[in-house]
């Protein structure tokens, strides 16, 4: 962000640590309305205020209705309450009418209008440029009657030069017959003409304000555009997030039929084992509700407050006055960080049917939310995913153990919570210059500086035509995750699964970290792999092999990029090319 010759002044702080961002400088003194749909992120339509306290737009209230069917409760997405009070019956009657008006107020550019300062109720109605007051038609009346006042002229503030070049009195003692017409660029501070002369800033360099103000008006327009670019992505994230919580939503109801089905032919004998089964679908529920609901959260104070900071940043712009310019300058940066969760999973899952052995029926919820900092997608908050629950647990099947050569495999606990962890579907026999290690969320890989053979490949044990009867309730879709920790030069791909004659076995191999930039003869390269953008140290590469039409597709943080391959032998198996000094963690 280009920095502006005439730097603003600190602004005031009271919105606490946990809002993420200063709040904005305003001239009434006015709380902040949320301004955002929890659900859609979108600028609040027709707002439903529910019973916790959190607002949704009344389509999106409708939706979440129409889907619970007649009867059903609505759940807050956002704090996961229930609110039994509202139904698609009278939902129309629950829009909050204040906050409407309010929002509309904003839209037209109403909220935030300066008071009075005499009795600091009503809207200013009036500028005196002799007083220093906004001022009500009655209390300017009331100030005005005084015989040394009557020759002042207050104008009226629907004037936009008026309110620009409003100003207030000095606060330092003694000064207080002084305006604020200066601004100090040593102290970033306003100041009057005392204050520069015997007052905190004499000799210090200084600028009119108007100069001052029309400096930070022409960055404004500037950080505005930016703004709005860190606003689509956030909001290409949130639909993300929207796309996840409806896989979760739908997956949780396929995955409760799936229940209910194989409980039924033996309803008599079994009733009891299928309510302990629900217990635990109840309980990553739960998990899961209150995950999405906290990324929820998150993203409505992120976006909430770019939102307001968007509203407040325009009418500032074009009509604020110069103090408030200056006062605001130091919040866009604030604005202008991601900061926010990668929401990413498949949603409920019902594995190990077997022939209803009891004791093998398996759930798991795949749901995982970081913090994306800059847009590079790495780790910044906790991982929520939920570990594997049932009656008894599963014993690995050939290709889905998560364990290496050398004794080193991936702990089956979390020593920290006492949670299981979630296995590797993908064992490797790493080469001696390739050093693994444990990590929270996977298993790091590091090759060597001083590898002898230069390049180093390492390939999985298991081939996709292996994996495929073991990946069945993910409907033949192979997936592996990669975190690029410390690669520049490294490949991830597919290669064949006997080792050849020639020193480059038969393969695909993609270079992430450069535009365009792939080896190898199988396989048939589509257009998408050319035109995905160079990846950075931190992000996640998802690679998914489709087993039904033999392709490979890509993801980059959670981000969809397409097929990359086509036309994809079942023989192959996933693969690293490592160059020395670079690593990379294969993620659970």
Known sequence: MTSTPVPPSPAPSGLGAAASAPPLATTAGTTNPIVTCGSCFSILSEPVTIRCGHSFCLRCIRSRLDRNGVGGKLTCQLCTQVDPDISLRNVTECIDLPLQQRLQALGRGAEGRPSCQWCEDAAATVYCHDCSYTLCSDCSVAVHKNSSKRSHGPVPLQDAKTIRTMSRKCPVRGHEEYRLEFY???????ACAYCLQVGPHRGHESVLVSVAAQDVRKQMGRDLEALGQIKARIDGLASELNR?????????????ALVADRFNAFKQQLLQKEIEVRKILASLRETGD?????SRLQFLKKINAINEAGMSFRRLQHG???????QNRATMSVFL?????????????????GDLNLAGLSLSLDLNSHTAIDGTGGPQSATHNAPHHGAAAPQPQPGSAGSVSRGIAPPTSDSAAGRPRPPLRLTFTPDP????????????FTCSDSASAGQIGVRANETFEALRPHWQA????????VRLDRVSESFVGVVESQQSTHSMPDGFYWRPM????????????????????????GDMVRLTYDVNNKCIKLAVNNIEKGIILADVPLQMCPCFVFNPGESLTLLY
Do not use: N
């Open 184 to 190: 100090c660029t040593g102290c970033e501070a306003l």
């Open 320 to 326: 604020g006055t110069d103090v408030e310019v200056l």
């Open 514 to 537: 450069k535009v365009g930039q792939y080896d190898g003869t199988v396989g048939r390269p589509t257009h998408v792999l050319r035109s995905i953008p160079a990846c950075r140290p």
């Open 433 to 444: 210059d390739i050093d693994v290690r444990e990590a929270p969320d996977g298993l790091t």
């Open 337 to 353: 960080r991601l900061e926010v969760p990668v929401v990413s999973g498949t949603g409920f899952r019902l594995s190990d049917l």
């Open 244 to 256: 996840v919580s409806g896989q979760y939503l739908e997956s949780y109801d396929h995955v409760e």
């Open 290 to 294: 209150s995950s999405l609901a906290d």
């Open 474 to 481: 993910e409907g033949g879709l192979v997936s592996w995750k």
